[in-house]
Antibody, heavy 123, light 108 residues
Framework: QVQLVESGGGVVQPGRSLRLSCAAS????????MHWVRQAPGKGLEWVAV????????YYADSVKGRFTISRDSSKKMLFLQMNSLKFEDTAVYYC????????????????WGKGTLVSVSS | SYVLTQPPSLSVAPGNTARITCRGD??????VHWYQQKPGQAPVLVIY???DRPSGIPERFSGSNSGNTATLIVSRVEAGDEADYHC???????????FGGGTKLTVL
């Protein structure tokens, strides 16, 4: 069955960096776009970024643009989120999600979710 | 940027029907997706493309979308349906996903 497992979360000081990973299994990873979605404590869901099936297309929420970078390694079935210049307001559970298609224009849905990894930005 | 608005909470007695709304400018022209999130768990897709159900989701869950309002309908509500429900669309103008603020469904 489709499975997504996030890792790399933890406690980090403001201004520092962190890299999240998502291991995919149970489907042809190289054929699907992937998203990161986050949820601050007690708050709603916030979309973070999307990457196309081949990595050629990437889009970011305005709140993270210029600080976060989404990438993928299809040979290892891995999705990444490099987070730089972290702010207090980046504190959240970060979810990796699978889109239903490979191209971004048809990938605007979160078909399957991982369990998430918690990032806490604290001094 | 595009905005989706949901009521923060809704209470329904067991066996009754819950209708959770998601309002946005001409949202009827977009495809709406709905997620169920139980406490301490990741969200689960329960309705996609306005009114389609993923395999394994009970037929009690359905959806509609017209004009400025999309609605998730949960028929014959059970205690196990108590959860947060989030609506979501894709904004093609910005290539961003947009979520509503979420609705907490309480089963009385």
């Amino acid at each position: 069955q489709v499975q997504l497992v996030e890792s790399g979360g933890g406690v980090v000081q403001p201004g520092r960096s962190l890299r999240l990973s998502c291991a995919a299994s149970g489907f042809t990873f190289s054929g699907y776009a992937m998203h990161w979605v986050r949820q601050a404590p007690g708050k709603g869901l916030e979309w973070v970024a999307v990457i196309s099936y081949d990595g050629s297309g990437k889009y970011y929420a305005d709140s993270v643009k210029g600080r976060f970078t989404i990438s993928r390694d299809s040979s290892k079935k891995m999705l990444f989120l490099q987070m730089n210049s972290l702010k207090f307001e980046d504190t959240a559970v970060y979810y990796c999600t699978k889109a239903p298609r490979g191209v971004i224009a048809a990938a605007g849905m979160n078909e399957v979710w991982g369990k998430g990894t918690l990032v806490s930005v604290s001094s | 940027s595009y905005v989706l608005t949901q009521p923060p909470s809704l209470s329904v007695a067991p066996g009754n029907t819950a209708r959770i709304t998601c309002r946005g400018d001409n949202v009827g022209s977009r495809r709406v997706h709905w997620y169920q999130q139980k406490p301490g768990q990741a969200p689960v897709l329960v309705i996609y493309y306005d009114d389609d159900r993923p395999s394994g989701i009970p037929e009690r869950f359905s959806g509609s979308n017209s004009g400025n309002t999309a609605t998730l309908i949960v028929s014959r509500v059970e205690a196990g349906d108590e959860a947060d429900y989030h609506c979501q669309v894709w904004d093609g103008a910005s290539d961003h996903q947009v979520f509503g603020g979420g609705t907490k469904l309480t089963v009385l």
